[in-house]
């Protein structure tokens, strides 16, 4: 690949690094991009978990030494992850290129569909639905799997439920949600590297842009709060839907 494409996945990795820090879904900006640029289904999904940690390191950083962060929050949520993410990615690396090339756009398509049209699911609750640990075994394991099967916009998912099963404001849900899509990524990274679905010139190229996106959008989060986060993520899913639908649509008819 020629240093254009490596310029243009620095500034995905930045572009999806800060909307990422700021209410996730970043990987709805990375992948397609991976994808456009002829990169085969399950490089792009490897490639993509492994430049999308490294962005959500540097803002779980940012997090934890603002204090508002506690990782103790979310360790059983961590250990549900770990299994649900083991099951999605060994079972998306069963799948043929061809059959992955026309899902891809359309799972795309369906979570923002569906982001959009649940906008109560970002609205605060007056008290937790679930109990921490029931949270955490169903969540853990349907969000975990679901990140190491596709993965883009599993930050959203998660920030969602933070806020309607847990009843936390969304400024908080965000920051939860940093360390357990990091564990999720990292686990399907482990496995996708095991099978060199994995393309590392592409990853660092998009992890030096992630790295300066992540760290601008977790000080946003943090200056801004709750508010600012939900006006981000509508604006992420209607601009994020437009494009996906424009896609799908030119792919496959």
Same mark, same amino acid.
């Given at each position: 690949?020629?240093?254009?494409?490596?310029?243009?996945?620095?500034?995905?990795?930045?572009?999806?690094?800060? /909307?990422? &820090?700021?209410? =996730?879904?970043? *990987?709805?900006?990375?992948?397609?991009?991976?994808? $456009?640029?002829? +990169?085969?289904? #399950?490089?792009?999904?490897?490639?993509?978990?492994?430049?999308?940690?490294?962005?959500?390191?540097?803002?779980?950083?940012?997090?934890?030494?603002?204090?508002?962060?506690?990782?103790?929050?979310?360790?059983?949520?961590?250990?549900?992850?770990?299994?649900?993410?083991?099951?999605?990615?060994?079972?998306?690396?069963?799948?043929?290129?061809?059959?992955?090339?026309?899902?891809?756009?359309?799972?795309?398509?369906?979570?923002?569909?569906?982001?959009?049209?649940?906008?109560?699911?970002?609205?605060?609750?007056?008290?937790?639905?679930?109990?921490?640990?029931?949270?955490?075994?169903?969540?853990?394991?349907? /969000?975990? &799997?679901?990140? =190491?099967?596709? *993965?883009?916009?599993?930050?959203?998912?998660?920030? $969602?439920?933070? +806020?309607?099963? #847990?009843?936390?404001?969304?400024?908080?849900?965000?920051?939860?949600?940093?360390?357990?899509?990091?564990?999720?990524?990292?686990?399907?990274?482990?496995?996708?590297?095991?099978?060199?679905?994995?393309?590392?010139?592409?990853?660092?190229?998009?992890?030096?842009?992630?790295?300066?996106?992540?760290?601008?959008?977790?000080?946003?989060?943090?200056?801004?709060?709750?508010?600012?986060?939900?006006?981000?993520?509508?604006?992420?899913?209607?601009?994020?839907?437009?494009?996906?639908?424009?896609?799908?649509?030119?792919?496959?008819?």
């Amino acid at each position: 690949m020629t240093i254009t494409y490596y310029l243009l996945f620095c500034a995905t990795g930045f572009g999806a690094g800060l /909307i990422d &820090a700021i209410a =996730g879904g970043g *990987g709805l900006v990375a992948l397609p991009v991976l994808l $456009s640029t002829g +990169v085969p289904p #399950l490089s792009a999904l490897g490639t993509n978990r492994l430049q999308s940690a490294v962005g959500e390191i540097v803002a779980m950083t940012h997090f934890l030494r603002s204090g508002q962060l506690k990782l103790k929050t979310v360790a059983w949520i961590l250990f549900f992850v770990v299994i649900g993410s083991s099951i999605g990615t060994i079972s998306v690396q069963t799948l043929h290129n061809q059959f992955l090339d026309k899902l891809i756009p359309f799972l795309l398509l369906a979570l923002i569909l569906y982001s959009l049209l649940s906008k109560r699911l970002f609205i605060q609750q007056e008290k937790p639905k679930l109990s921490p640990l029931w949270f955490a075994g169903i969540f853990g394991v349907a /969000i975990g &799997a679901y990140n =190491g099967f596709l *993965g883009p916009g599993t930050g959203a998912i998660w920030t $969602s439920c933070f +806020v309607f099963f #847990l009843a936390l404001d969304a400024q908080q849900a965000v920051m939860r949600t940093k360390p357990v899509n990091i564990m999720g990524n990292l686990i399907s990274v482990f496995w996708f590297v095991l099978q060199d679905h994995v393309i590392y010139s592409i990853a660092l190229a998009m992890a030096i842009g992630q790295i300066l996106g992540a760290s601008i959008g977790a000080r946003l989060v943090l200056s801004r709060g709750s508010r600012f986060v939900q006006i981000a993520f509508f604006v992420v899913v209607i601009l994020m839907t437009v494009n996906l639908g424009f896609k799908a649509f030119s792919l496959h008819f």
